[in-house]
């Protein structure tokens, strides 16, 4: 999954901790440039952001923001295996609350500084610390060369052509 926003969804589901925002059960999926924002989940105790069960996964370059019920818990792991995934280069809501630990490289907890996220605009506003934050391979960078930006619409991935 690449270049994606999942934003403004809501899980209905009481009776099981169903994210808003991704569920992943028994898969490896590699998620990239994401933006999932201002998705909410039904009980207290599930993320709004990711819940993710008996699953490998990769996140980077992402961003995970506003949230909810928890704020602090954008990403759920079960069980809570940091064998099972990979992060890097994301911006993550939180920190090291009950059950997860968002460090890796790269891992920053800012606000974004979305344009306007209440109108569904989540391009990044100059000032943002997302811009020019994403992995420094210059696989990654933004097509005047620049160091790519976290979130959906960062990261061109510029791929050499072999056929000239």
Do not use: K
């Not at 999942?6 to 808003?20: E, I, K, M």
Request: glycine share 8%; hydrophobic share 30%.
């Amino acid at each position: 999954m690449s270049h994606v926003t999942v934003a403004h969804n809501r899980s209905n589901h009481f009776l099981t901790p169903y994210s808003g925002g991704i569920h992943i059960n028994r898969s490896s999926p590699v998620m990239n440039h994401l933006t999932v924002a201002n998705n909410t989940s039904a009980t207290d105790l599930s993320p709004g952001g990711i819940y993710s069960s008996y699953s490998d996964f990769i996140l980077q370059n992402s961003i995970l923001w506003l949230n909810s019920p928890q704020p602090n818990i954008d990403i759920f792991q079960l069980p809570d295996d940091p064998q099972a995934y990979a992060m890097s280069y994301n911006d993550i809501q939180g920190s090291n609350w009950m059950f997860w630990d968002y460090e890796g490289e790269g891992n920053i907890n800012n606000y974004p500084s979305f344009t306007s996220s209440n109108l569904g605009d989540y391009t990044l506003m100059e000032q943002s610390l997302c811009n020019d934050a994403i992995d420094p391979n210059p696989l990654n960078n933004d097509p005047d060369g620049t160091r790519g930006d976290m979130g959906y619409h960062g990261g061109e991935f510029i791929f050499p052509n072999f056929t000239e």
